[in-house]
């Protein structure tokens, strides 16, 4: 994956060094603008608390699904301060010479001119406990007698099932691809049993852990069933689990976050690895479309 060193658009992953960006965020309306791709289910965490919250404030953009090394725009996906071709662009503005990978989520500070944050985990917390005097739709997220519980469940999420899904979609070698892939289904069994007596994950409300699981979940059937070869059981085989995403997904603020077309294109295009043609497979319409 190709990345900035330096400030120039390289292709090669291996750096010196790696600039982080802290993430500083006021909550103040109209100051800032989230870049995401539609088809990213790390920015997905944060589109999600903005449209839930009804964070109208913070204005939302989606860079093109034909494009991902470097995510970029089109005339469909322009951007919308700037008109820059690519996002990378966005973190040369904020440092000229900025050495990293280019990702999405980017919250820009139009006041400060510069990136507020780029780490989904993060950017998505703050958005979740510090913006609700701003929100239309004012929602306890991330309760604090449930603070510490729901950053746990994040991060079990985050390496249990957002990324773990990755290292099965990436496995080259047959023993590697059946332990992960194992593995993945029998975390997925486990929240299964998780909410074989709850709603959502804490129970009968909705919590910031929930805007984390339902990205991986949304995309398993259009996706990753087939391009990352997790076709040992069909999600609807978990019937817990499924019908939590079913429930997440007829809430009409979480429903206007998800793109199946886009998405499912942006992965069979965009993932070369894993698609060389780069043909993108006609996909039938879902049951819960």
Known sequence: MSVLKNGVWVADDKLDNIDTIPTQITPENGRYHLYISLACPYAHRANLVVKYLGLTGISVSSVSPYKFDPWAFDENFPDPLFGVQNLYDIYLKHQADFSGRATVPVLWDKQAQQIASNTSFDLALDLAENW??????????????????????????????????????????????????????????????????????????????????????????????????????????????????????????????????????????????????????????????
């Open 132 to 289: 609700n005097a701003l929100a239309t739709n004012k929602y306890e997220l991330v309760p604090l007698d449930k603070r510490v519980e729901i950053i746990e469940l994040n991060q079990w999420i985050s390496d249990h099932i957002n990324g773990k899904i990755y290292r099965v979609g990436y496995a080259t070698e047959q023993a590697n691809y059946d332990k992960l892939v194992a593995e993945l289904f029998n975390d997925f069994a486990e929240l299964d049993s998780r909410l074989a007596n709850n709603r959502y994950l804490f129970g009968e409300e909705i919590r910031l852990s929930d805007f984390f699981l339902f990205p991986t979940l949304i995309r398993f059937e259009a996706v990753y069933s087939t391009l990352f070869k997790c076709s040992a059981k069909p999600l609807s085989d978990f019937s817990n689990l499924y019908r939590y995403m079913l429930d997440l997904y007829r809430i009409e603020s979480i429903r206007e976050t998800v793109d199946v077309a886009y998405t499912h294109t942006n992965y069979f295009y965009s993932f070369p690895q894993l698609n060389p043609s780069r043909v993108v497979p006609k996909l039938a319409k879902l049951e819960w479309q």
